[in-house]
């Protein structure tokens, strides 16, 4: 382990502890101004955040886009620390929250009764983990399993990896590393064959073997993950859009998206994915998380 990851380990873990440690009130600030800090430095992440945001908002004027990256990096800073302050034992009261913001279910819940797998593909956006912590406790309410599986990347240092897995794994999600390869597979697919659910994050081709889609008007590459384990197992594919309201959680749920066993049908299916994100993203771009390039012509410009 290198000096820096052991940094970054040793960071993780104290903000957990001191963020938890806080006033909520306290510590929602802390972050705001850390947020407002880097949107006024005009670099890193957030030139990325404007970049991206220029094309989800082309009509807007730099003031327009200096409030909205602004409002961006608060929402990604809302997330961090929600993120510190999230414990196993707030699960009901999340639940309750997201309930009342959340929209488009009635598909999810036909699928479940029918014994049928749930695909949900979600962009990096508002507080994934609330989302869920939704999804798990749904299930225990209807008498299922109250777990899902979902895939991530393997974090450097190790410690830190587990530090995450730990943390969603208390909160009933199952993780699987991106990694593993056929284990990941074959756990994401018999997840689905016994009727569960899988959430996958579905913005950024991170394997960089996804399926080049027009998303905003430009060419970008997605995944292909959640349309093919659709398609593999005759589970609902659904796109979804976590983000915020003022004093919670939003998620309004796409109409399912149909998709055969076909090269074909997956690739129509990921377009169908991109194109219910842009109509999504539209109405709350500021919680678009999307601080890394994702148009093809940034990732081949960086």
Known sequence: MT???RLADAQYAAAWRLVRALPAGAAAGVFRIAADLAARSGAGPAVRLRANLARVVP????AELDRLVRAGLRSYARYWCEMFRLRPGDAPAVHARMDEGISGTGPFFEAIAAGRGVVFAVPHSGNWDAAGVWVVETLRGLGHEPVFTTMAQRLRPESLFRRFLAYREALGFEVVAAEAG???HRALTR???AGGVVCLVADRDL???GIEVSFFGEPARFPAGPARLAALTGAVLMPAYPHFSRDGWVVPIAAPVPVERSPESVAKATQSIADAFARLIAQA??????LQPVWTADQERR
């Open 191 to 193: 997840r689905l064959r």
């Open 182 to 184: 056929t284990a990941a």
């Open 285 to 290: 771009p500021a919680d678009w998380h999307a």
């Open 59 to 62: 009509a807007a004027s730099p």
């Open 3 to 5: 000096a820096a990851e």
């Open 207 to 209: 394997a960089g073997s």
